[in-house]
């Protein structure tokens, strides 16, 4: 069965530093791979996505994710974190048996950037 | 904004009561989905509807069910309500099927069950 593992619950990083939300994954067949984040009371919002090709995936908000098959890893990261930054980060993947863009999530992660 | 519109925002019953929770896609989106958010099972996906025709089924009640209409409207009706039906229920939508297209998420209707 296709899954998802966050393995952090909160990630806490001082305003500026770098930031990493971890990923790994579990699916049949090339995995299409994707990260959403989530503010208060607000809907998901997508910010990156892996299908194939270059292993760095560039997306939204100064985001990327680094795709490493052999670990099967995608994590998301970034340079400089921001105050703003601070929301729940869902990780997911495609289940490709049945239905069309089935995304199956991950069960989110906290992140926590303090000034 | 994503394009997709969920009504109500909110919406307060008690046990035993029946729901429904609307939902209209991305303009050209045929595909829609339903989703479940609680504290304790995180994100669930329920069903998805492509074109009309229910597509995939995932973790969703018997007590539960859901159509999408000709106008690509998707409607998620909840019967025979538990406490434990609480929760923030999310449509998503996204472009013609195949491929590796993100989906787009609407704002999603919190039930609360009373």
């Known amino acids: 069965a296709q899954s998802v593992a966050q393995p952090e619950d909160q990630v806490n990083v001082a305003e500026g530093n770098p930031l990493t939300v971890k990923c790994t994954y579990s699916?049949?067949?090339?995995?299409?791979l994707f990260w959403y984040v989530q503010y208060p009371n607000r809907g998901l919002q997508f910010l990156l996505k892996?299908?194939?090709?270059?292993?760095l995936v560039k997306g939204s908000y100064g985001f990327e994710a680094e795709f490493n098959k052999s670990q099967t890893s995608f994590h998301l990261k970034k340079p400089s974190a921001l105050v703003s930054d601070s929301a729940l980060y869902f990780c997911a993947v495609r289940d490709p048996t049945g239905g069309y863009n089935k995304l199956i999530f991950g069960a989110g992660t906290r992140l926590a950037v303090h000034p | 904004d994503s394009g997709v519109t969920q009504t109500p925002k909110h919406l307060i019953t008690a046990t035993g009561q029946r729901v429904t929770l609307r939902c209209s896609p991305r303009s050209g989106d045929l595909s829609v989905y339903w989703y479940q958010q609680s504290l304790d099972q995180g994100l669930q996906f329920l069903i998805q509807y492509y074109n009309g025709e229910e597509r995939a089924k995932g973790n969703i009640l018997e007590r539960f069910s859901a159509q999408q209409f000709p106008d690509l409207h998707s409607e998620l009706n909840l019967s025979s309500l538990e406490l434990g039906d609480s929760a923030l229920y999310f449509c998503?939508?996204?472009?013609?099927?195949?491929?590796?297209?993100?989906?787009?998420f609407g704002e999603g209707s919190r039930l609360t069950v009373l």
């Open positions: 892996y299908i194939t090709g270059d292993n």
């Open positions: 699916v049949s067949g090339n995995p299409y």
């Open positions: 998503a939508s996204s472009a013609v099927a195949g491929g590796a297209g993100e989906l787009f």
